[in-house]
């Protein structure tokens, strides 16, 4: 990929490249324009671009990078995932980037403690502490997308977490790294001697700032009752009053400090009990007093959360699916509550219901307050509170961002607050404001929609501020940052809320820590007045695909290029570029604009998947996979020709592939593998990476002809329509495997073992759902093909009568999505489950096994009965974390072999012991088994070696 010229760094940062060079690979040292961009862009609606993005993979690197900064006095950020809302993660200097190396996690103690990484993903931590009936006590919305590092050094909170469960209540022990470089752990007696007799004028200057807070009573107080409040605006100054030994108020400090003091190498969490019975109930109620009135009533109740939704909230989501009809019928200034209550056992849970009904009972509600246990409804009601914010980003003006806001009264005047609060907005211009919040901590979300390009919009949003700022911190004594972070969004207002003793206190806390101010600098402390309304991001129109995106980086986590070049969302940011770009017409930079283009041309479109898990986690529903397809689309027009001809003849085409098989097979036996891999990789270098890369676990050819199937006429049987999808009507089984079958062979077996009479499709060698068009950008071919399955399919099933069996998960979505609504179209794991295991006999197989569930069972909602069937048909399942789609993409395995190697990186760690790997999609099957050491096969193999024919009282099918 290009890269910009070393010289056109300013001389420090080309200083400091020259000094790193030695000790880091080159494509771990980032400065080219498309990346500095990329990596530089977090969740907030600010922008600044990095000098020097530079990838570190553990301590000794992170050290490094920081004294030779501080060697030529360049500031740096620390980058996790960029999940956070207020600027806290972005720099126009060096951004110091977590690589995969900080992924680290231990359970301590039976689960009563967890020892984290700050690389590892929230939920990971909590799927890690699930078995012992545990959790960790930060809950952000954020918690599938965010890391470990954020959530300590923001201090970040969430809906049931309030303020006893917080990472500053709940850290044990702290491992940071200082601006000097010097590692504090202090969960090891040694290194905390150590620190104390290296760093004791630094702990002594803590002591020596708690005692005279705590000599202050004043000031003592104030903090005292800020922290009874959630707040994470400033320094959290409670750890002066809480703590007088210097560790442990470092220890404390750190916690919220936004990577302005010093970096969070790991931190062990106290866990907190992941209470197993849940209920919930959606509270409406007349007006917003009587809303408030009913919180403070509960404020004395066991519930687990208590979640505010005022009318504009829920007007806003109230005509999305799955939407209760008694959100529309609601009266104007209604207000609703969502009461969650939890217990560890089914009487403790009904006791806690019943002192919640008592608490409310006096209280008027629009409807009978009723609780549900069932697991639909429970997850509708949390699926209104969480839809909140996106529904505002989904239907904003395009160029447009979303700003939320958090703040916190106290509880007692929260009624008033909000009034206040909603005022503001009415005389500020802000009437399609929503308010929102955990409502137990006083703590309010508001979000509304905002431009920064017309003339007065920044001016109209600074007055608004203005007055919020004055409104929560002064007059109410509430916090203007109550879990989001400080960042460079409230850096202005710190002094106003806290008073001038506190910020003063917090500037030499900085001192102590950070003399030089290089660690983040203007974050969280700033002199700059205006420093809120710099740097303001550009949303400029791109694609209507994507213009909803609002850059909050939930989908990173699951997007398999995410370690390689780009994540979605970073993809968007950069067509948004090129959009700004090109619009500057005469007076834009050249240079820029086609570096920028050139580069994306791999970086953007080869390297994506297009899968499209990046929509189940984007809180507005976007598919970047469909602007990949779409760009795609428009360099591929001079080949829609050749698209046409081979799907003309696709019988033909399919032959011809496994021909190729044949002939690779072939080689692989004459020249052993080793050389045919050393010749393959040569070819390819030869082509410029045009040729495809053979793959050692390239399977050999299908039989076909196992597709001569001639039906049973003895008796009358159920009947199901079978279609082989062209990749396994191409790909038989692997070389050297066991399992000797393809899976044609296996789906046959199995269908006859439970006494299903098949039939096949009157041209199934012919047929094509038309996806591997489709990845191409080839839409009129993928259409053509779309359309000649459908009639096809719906005359062997006799116009849906009966189901249709597709072997290939991701070939079975497309057709899902394109095809005949009366069809019921089915891949290997709703059909094995659905139909297939009551109609057999199992005896699980004494094997571990590993599972893969692709990216098409995700987005089907299949991963719990992928997960059912496995166990149902082994001893132990292993289901690999953190891999989510493999990347083999169909054909990348062998045109972008990176990705699929990059997507894949750690599996072979996670499955040693397993005997084999299980999925439902031939081709992904080829890049696990490259990256796995093991061979995966059909889930359908699987369940013809555990299951035998059910010979009576058999279940017929559905």
Known sequence: MQTTAVETLAPAYRELLEALRPHFPEARLIHDPLRTLAYGTDASFYRLIPQLVVRVEDEPELQRVLGECRARRLPVTFRAAGTSLSGQAITDSVLIQLGRGWQGAEVLEQGAAIRLEPGVIGARANRLLA?????????????NSCMIGGIAANNASGMCCGTAQNSYRTVRDIRVILADGSLLDTADAASVAAFRESHGELLAGLEGLAAETRANGELADKIRHKYRLKNTTGYALNSLVDHADGIEILKHLMIGSEGTLGFIAAITYRSVVDEAHKAAALAFFPD????CRATIALKRTPVAAVELMDHAALRSVQDRPGMPESLRGLPEGAAALLIDVRGDTEAELQARRAEVQAALEGIRTLEPLTFTRDADTYAGYWKIRKGLFPAVGAVRETGTTVVIEDVAFPIERLDEGVAALTDAFRRHGYGDTILFGHALEGNLHFVFPQGFEKPGEVERYQALMDEVARLVGVEYGGSLKAEHGTGRNMAPYVELEWGGDAYALMWEIKALFDPDNLLNPEVILSRNAELHLQNLKPLPAADALVDKCIECGFCESVCPSRHLTLTPRQRIVIRRELARLEAQGGERDEARLEALRRAYQYDGVDTCAADGLCATQCPVGINTGDLVRALRHEEGQGQARLARRIGHHFSGTT??????????????????EAAMAAFSRAARRASGDRLPLWLPSLPKAAPIRVLEVTADKKAERDKVVYLPSCATRVFGATHGDEESRSVMEITLALLEKAGFEVILPAIAGHLCCGMAFQSKGQFDEAAHKARELNRELLAASQNGRYPVLCDTSPCTLRMQESLDERLELL?????????????????????????HVTCSSTRMGLADKFA????ACATEVVVPEGISCCGFAGDKGFTVPELNASALSGLAEQVEGCGAGYSNSRTCEIGLSQHSGIPYRSILSLLDRA?????????EAG
């Open 131 to 143: 078995p012992y009936g545990r959790k960790i006590g930060p809950d952000p919305a954020s918690i």
């Open 655 to 672: 032959r011809v592939a496994r021909g190729l098989l044949n002939l690779a097979g072939g080689g692989r036996a004459i020249l052993g």
């Open 868 to 871: 059912a069937l496995a166990r």
């Open 947 to 955: 299951s035998r024919p059910r010979l009576k009282g058999g279940a």
């Open 288 to 291: 917003m007093a009587t809303t």
């Open 827 to 851: 891949e290997p794991v709703a059909f094995a489950h659905d139909y297939l295991l009551p109609r057999l006999d199992i005896v699980p197989v004494g094997e571990r096994v590993a599972l």
